[in-house]
Nanobody, 115 residues
Framework: QVRLVESGGGLVQPGGSLRLSCAAS????????MAWYRQAPGKERELVAA???????TYSDSVKGRFNISRNKVMTTAYLQMTGLKSEDTAIYYC?????????WGQGTQVTVSS
């Protein structure tokens, strides 16, 4: 059974940085696409960043230039480096991976940006 385990969330002051990780277990097949989504209270889940096997990345306009998505060589672990954090980045962040034709989600990790 494939599981995605996220880590790295927490409380940070505006302007600070956090690094999220998402590790897949229970599979010997690498992901073909890895992404991070977020959902703020009262809002819909939105795509933050995505990366595919060739290394091409996509970012939402709201995080471009501040966030960086990366992955390990074998496409089993995804990272989201977040810098210049703002209060509007406060949300639950979810990892998503497409593995073997199926979509998998992590349990979510809370990121709170507040002074």
């Amino acid at each position: 059974q494939v599981r995605l385990v996220e880590s790295g969330g927490g409380l940070v002051q505006p302007g600070g940085s956090l690094r999220l990780s998402c590790a897949a277990s229970g599979t010997i097949v690498s992901a073909v696409k890895m992404a991070w989504y977020r959902q703020a209270p009262g809002k819909e889940r939105e795509l933050v960043a995505a990366i595919v096997g060739g290394g091409t990345t996509t970012y939402s306009d709201s995080v471009k230039g501040r966030f960086n998505i990366s992955r390990n060589k074998v496409m089993t672990t995804a990272y989201l480096q977040m810098t210049g954090l703002k209060s509007e980045d406060t949300a639950i962040y979810y990892c998503n991976q497409r593995i073997g034709g199926n979509e998998y989600w992590g349990q979510g990790t809370q990121v709170t940006v507040s002074s």
